[in-house]
């Protein structure tokens, strides 16, 4: 199974970017996915979460209202639509698979991550 995730880059406060996470080598569809993120000197946390059909997701309380976290079965993509960007958004993002059947917002539920992909919030 191998994620990668990209779209990340340089953007200006209140600005928007569009990260996406391409899959291969497993069933996608069978999965959820989750975004997590990790700034310098940080611990990595969850962003936002999408079930393995789409009908159900989750999102960290500081990205509520503002990041849109989607999927493409057919693509084997997932993608989470970035608004409205803060300073404290900067950070790495991952995007990963999770297999385990407690809450998605643990680490520890997900076994494949990608490499990350770096966003700057700054003006």
């Known amino acids: 199974v191998q994620l990668q995730a990209y779209g990340g880059g340089l953007v200006q406060p209140g600005g928007s970017l569009r990260l996406s996470c391409a899959a291969s080598?497993?069933?996608?569809?069978?999965?959820?996915m989750g975004w997590f993120r990790q700034a310098p000197g940080q611990e990595r946390e969850f962003v936002a979460y999408?079930?393995?059909?789409?009908?159900?997701?989750l999102y960290a309380d500081s990205v509520k209202g503002r990041f849109i976290i989607s999927r493409d079965n057919y693509n084997n993509a997932v993608y989470l639509q970035m608004n409205s960007l803060r300073p404290e958004d900067t950070s790495i993002y991952y995007c990963?698979?999770?297999?385990?059947?407690?809450?998605?917002?643990?680490?520890?539920?997900?076994?494949?991550w990608g490499q990350g992909t770096q966003v700057t919030v700054s003006s």
């Open positions: 990963a698979r999770k297999i385990g059947t407690r809450a998605p917002i643990y680490e520890e539920e997900y076994d494949y």
């Open positions: 080598g497993s069933p996608f569809s069978n999965y959820g």
């Open positions: 999408i079930s393995w059909g789409g009908g159900s997701t």
